[in-house]
């Protein structure tokens, strides 16, 4: 494998002579490194400060001249969980409506398009982190996209005098969700301008992200957007419960624990008034379960945007496309968790309904690592070929060829909705009679086998389902 050293992520300076092309907005200017040409903290939407705080995104602000693209802009305003799984790169802040592209910098012909969604529990996570660069897989000829959207409260908000505020029927509260959307319509609008085909899109989240990918799976509003979508860890496709007037009332109780009553006609103006500090109010993934009375909820099904994903994959109201899913050996919940048992399910789900499903379990671990079990999220530096990163001097051979292999097959995936290609171990189709999935297995080698849990989780679920 190529390493890929630190220095290719550092801030670029002003007076670069980096690569230069025209968005919809202007010009920006990059940086090439290794023969990987990036451009970085690109706005995709107007910074969602001031009045469009709790607004769906609004279109960027065209500029004259050549913007600077060497460097990520700030993360989305959070407290940072105090974890080594993905650490920001950068300083969090209110305006963080951005994203980040990779290429091959001497490429010809149309490119497969990878856009990545992180995780985080919808409170934690940002685009900045080093293994999540998108240098590696372009390397293997896609462009890669990441991006921001907003968490915690700022993405996820709702209130009565909101409701009355947006009247007209467009989606409400789901506002990291209406970023999503956002960079995906820019993704479409601009790619080409990269070398990448806006025709083949393939989603890519891991946890929260995956979870997203699920919901623009089954969202109307999604329709077009992306040709093809992975899901690591990203549960059964189920969406939380709560209607939008359940989570205006904890949205209320927010605003009641600031001292701004619902009905004070100066609500909404005294909540954006609000430091960003104080909206944040100390969630994170840390303590985000442990609310007294709750005043978070995150995602719910709005009707809209995001609708009741799992009956809509039950009933067959989805987008149709490739999809490769899976879950981590020793992930949140366990066999029969909510990861991998979830991930089974849903893709027996799609699967039944004739979509080409590629279904796989990491059990891989770095053998720096030094405890046992694939820990959730530990798949995500094999994917993005960035495990020398990840595990800096401790990384192995071995750790590098199971990095190149998956990350292959996602690149392959990527570029025509089948993992399979030229000195990789032939991955299936998946079908719930054979249950054939790919291990990324510890012995460092991928390896087809019939799911050696799959009874289990079909006996868990059985027994579930009785008592319900």
């Not at 896609?142 to 007209?168: C, I, K, M, W």
Request: hydrophobic fraction near 45%; proline fraction near 7%.
């Amino acid at each position: 494998m190529l390493a890929v050293p630190l220095a290719l992520f550092a801030p670029l300076a002003s007076a670069s002579t980096g690569p230069v092309i025209r968005i919809d907005t202007g010009k920006i200017e990059g940086a090439i490194s290794h023969g990987i040409a990036s451009w970085k903290g690109i706005p995709f939407a107007a910074p969602p400060v001031g009045a469009l705080r709790w607004r769906a995104p609004q279109p960027a602000a065209a500029w004259s001249g050549v913007r600077q693209a060497g460097s990520y802009a700030a993360d989305c305003m959070q407290l940072p969980f105090a974890s080594d799984a993905a650490p920001l790169g950068t300083a969090p802040a209110e305006d963080c409506l951005y994203l980040n592209v990779w290429k091959p910098a001497r490429a010809s012909g149309k490119l497969p398009v990878i856009v990545w969604i992180y995780g985080g529990g919808f409170v934690n996570g940002g685009s900045s982190p080093p293994t999540y660069s998108g240098a590696p897989l372009a390397q293997q000829g896609a462009v890669l996209v990441s991006f921001n959207y907003r968490l915690g409260r700022f993405g996820f908000f709702a209130h009565p005098q909101l409701t009355r505020e947006h009247a007209d029927g467009a989606p409400l509260g789901n506002y990291g969700f209406m970023d999503q959307l956002a960079a995906l319509q820019w993704v479409k609008r601009n790619v080409a301008a990269f070398g990448g085909d806006p025709a083949n899109i393939t989603l890519i989240g891991e946890s929260a992200g995956g979870m997203s990918v699920n919901t623009l799976l089954t969202s109307p509003m999604a329709r077009g957007l992306f040709a093809k979508a992975v899901v690591l860890s990203g549960g059964d496709g189920g969406t939380p419960a709560p209607g939008l007037g359940a989570v205006e009332r904890i949205g209320a109780d927010f605003a009641a624990g600031k001292g701004i009553a619902a009905d004070d006609p100066q609500a909404l103006d005294k909540l954006r008034a609000l430091p960003a500090e104080q909206v944040v109010d100390g969630l994170n993934l840390a303590n985000r379960s442990v609310q007294g009375a709750p005043t978070y909820h995150g995602p719910f099904a709005d009707g809209t945007l995001a609708i009741d994903s799992g009956a809509a994959f039950a009933a067959g109201r989805f987008h149709k496309v490739p999809v490769m899913i899976g879950a981590t050996g020793a992930d949140i919940g366990g066999k029969t968790g909510f990861m991998v048992a979830g991930a089974r399910s849903l893709a027996a789900t799609l699967a039944d309904q004739g979509v080409p499903v590629y279904a796989y379990r990491f059990s891989y671990v770095a053998d720096s690592v030094g405890v046992p079990g694939a820990r959730h999220a530990t798949d995500i530096p094999f994917f993005f070929d960035t495990a020398d990163i990840k595990y800096g001097a401790k990384s192995t051979a071995r750790d590098a060829a199971m990095s190149r292999a998956m990350a292959t097959y996602l690149v392959n995936f990527a570029r025509k909705g089948d993992p399979n290609g030229a000195g990789l171990p032939a991955w299936p189709r998946y079908a719930r009679a054979r249950d054939e999935i790919m291990d990324f297995a510890d012995t460092g080698k991928p390896v087809v086998t019939k799911d050696p849990w799959g009874a289990e989780i079909d006996a868990a679920r059985a027994a579930v389902a009785r008592r319900q």
